[in-house]
C-alpha cells in the first residue's frame, strides 16, 4: 500500500471556526511532512515530523498547529486563519535513510481550504 | 530562495513529440528528485538521482544530472496528452535539514 490519504478533500471555513486536516499512512514511514500550495507555486514545506516528533517548524504561524498521535497519522489544525491562508494542504511521507538523505516523498491527494 | 530553477517554465508540445525540462541549483545536493502534479491533484514522484549518478531512466523518462554544472534534464519521449501536468525538479541539500527544496516548475502540455 502506497497511499497517503487525507481529509476532507474540501473544507471551507470562516476566520473564527476552528477545523483540522488529517493525513494517514501505513507504509511505515517514520517520516511525515506538511506543505502548502498557492496557485501555479510549488509546494512550500510548513512542518516536518521524524519518528512522531517535530523536526522542522518553517517560522509557520501559530494559527497553523501541527499534531502527530502516532506513527500512522498527521493532523493540522486550524485555528482563525486568514483569507490569504486558501490555499492546498498537502501531506506526505518518506522513510527516513538515517544518513540524512532525503528519500522519496509520498504525497496525499490534498485538502483544497478556503478560508471565507 | 528556491533552490531548483526549473526551465522553461511552460512548455506546448504535439503528441509524440519529446519533452525535455531542465533544473538548475546552486548547492551541493544529496540527491534530486522530480515530481508530477496533475492540476490540483497531489504530487507523484518520477524518479531520484543521486549524486554519483549521471543518468537514469524509467519507462518513458530519462534523468540526467551533471554536478559540474549544478543541472539536471528530465527528457520524456513519444509524449501523450496523459503527460500534461507540472513537473517539479526538488534537491535534497547537502548538510541541510531533512527536506526538499521544491523548483517553481514546468508546465507541459501535450496537444493531441
Known amino acids: 500500500d502506497t497511499e497517503v490519504t487525507q481529509t476532507p478533500k474540501h473544507l471551507v471555513m470562516g476566520m473564527t471556526n476552528k477545523k483540522s486536516l488529517k493525513c494517514e499512512q501505513h507504509?511505515?514511514?517514520?517520516?511525515m511532512y506538511w506543505y502548502k500550495q498557492k496557485a501555479k507555486k510549488p509546494p512550500e514545506l510548513m512542518f516536518v515530523y521524524s519518528y512522531e516528533k517535530l523536526s522542522i517548524n518553517e517560522s509557520v504561524p501559530s494559527r497553523f498547529s501541527p499534531e502527530c498521535p502516532n506513527s500512522s497519522l498527521l493532523n493540522l489544525h486550524l485555528h482563525a486563519l486568514q483569507p490569504e491562508d486558501s490555499a492546498l494542504y498537502l501531506c506526505a511521507s518518506s522513510q527516513t535513510s538515517g544518513r540524512g538523505y532525503q528519500e522519496t516523498q509520498y504525497f496525499g491527494p490534498g485538502t483544497r481550504l478556503l478560508v471565507l | 530562495s528556491q533552490q531548483g530553477e526549473e526551465d522553461p517554465q511552460a512548455l506546448s508540445i504535439q503528441e509524440g513529440e519529446n519533452a525535455t525540462m531542465n533544473c538548475s541549483y546552486k548547492t551541493s545536493i544529496n540527491n534530486l528528485q522530480w515530481y508530477r502534479q496533475n492540476s490540483g491533484r497531489g504530487l507523484v514522484h518520477l524518479i531520484l538521482?543521486?549524486?554519483?549518478?549521471r543518468e537514469k531512466h524509467s519507462g518513458r523518462l530519462r534523468v540526467t544530472l551533471d554536478t559540474s554544472k549544478k543541472s539536471s534534464s528530465l527528457l520524456i519521449t513519444a509524449s501523450r496528452a496523459a503527460d500534461t501536468a507540472s513537473y517539479f525538479c526538488a534537491t535534497d541539500l547537502v548538510g541541510g535539514s531533512e527536506k526538499l527544496v521544491f523548483g517553481k516548475g514546468t508546465k507541459l502540455t501535450v496537444n493531441p
Open positions: 538521482i543521486r549524486s554519483n549518478e
Open positions: 507504509m511505515g514511514h517514520r517520516a
